[in-house]
T-cell receptor, first 114, second 112 residues
Framework: KAGVTQTPRYLIKTRGQQVTLSCSPI?????VSWYQQTPGQGLQFLFE???????NKGNFPGRFSGRQFSNSRSEMNVSTLELGDSALYLC?????????????FGPGTRLTVL | TQLLEQSPQFLSIQEGENLTVYCNSS?????LQWYRQEPGEGPVLLVT?????EVKKLKRLTFQFGDARKDSSLHITAAQPGDTGLYLC????????????FGTGTRLTIIP
């Protein structure tokens, strides 16, 4: 069974631009979560989608948004990029409620904002 | 305030030694997970513990969930270079809405 895939793997943007990251979950997994990982803050939860609905949201500004499609694939968007948005963005999928939310992570997208 | 504190933050030991990593909180968790992350990759789930006092073993790794479900430990016996990585604990506060909170992480280096 294929794992979680994320595209692109690496991205370089400049301040003020916007970016869209993509995630394809494991087949049969209906929940997708997004995390931001930085050396200073560790792994921070962004949001979770289940059946195309945002189920949980972390403490990030409105510049960070996401969506989930009917095939469970998900995208996240960051608008008006800031230098502090440079991070590894991780996507994880789970089977859904009742599975203890065991996360299966993708390799991440390394975003650098210049 | 970090909900889940891990200690130590960094640990570097010789191959063959034993070590313990701790994950502590003042909150009660319905379940707790441990992950290992290697450079350039996403975290990989090692174990999930759900019952207070539960002990699970995975080869040379032993995981324990505290009786009050507020803390957990990971013990590695006879560490090997392949154990090197970032170890993360993650807790879910509510069963049924299992939003995970990740710990601060322990970066482990095993020296051959």
């Amino acid at each position: 069974k294929a794992g979680v895939t994320q595209t692109p793997r690496y991205l370089i943007k400049t301040r003020g631009q916007q970016v869209t990251l993509s995630c394809s979950p494991i087949s049969g997994h209906r929940s997708v979560s997004w995390y931001q990982q930085t050396p200073g803050q560790g792994l921070q939860f962004l949001f979770e989608y289940f059946s195309e609905t945002q189920r949980n949201k972390g403490n990030f500004p409105g510049r960070f948004s996401g969506r989930q499609f009917s095939n469970s694939r998900s995208e996240m968007n960051v608008s008006t990029l800031e230098l502090g948005d440079s991070a590894l963005y991780l996507c994880a999928s789970t089977r859904g409620p009742g599975s203890y939310n065991e996360q299966f992570f993708g390799p991440g997208t390394r975003l650098t904002v210049l | 305030t970090q909900l889940l504190e891990q200690s130590p933050q960094f640990l570097s030991i010789q191959e063959g030694e034993n070590l313990t990593v701790y994950c502590n909180s003042s909150s009660v968790f319905s379940s707790l997970q441990w992950y290992r992350q290697e450079p350039g990759e996403g975290p990989v789930l090692l174990v999930t513990v759900v019952t207070g006092g539960e002990v699970k073993k995975l080869k040379r790794l032993t995981f324990q969930f505290g009786d009050a479900r507020k803390d957990s430990s990971l013990h590695i016996t006879a560490a090997q270079p392949g154990d090197t990585g970032l170890y993360l604990c993650a807790g879910a506060l509510d069963f049924g809405n299992e939003k995970l909170t990740f710990g601060t992480g322990t970066r482990l280096t095993i020296i051959p």
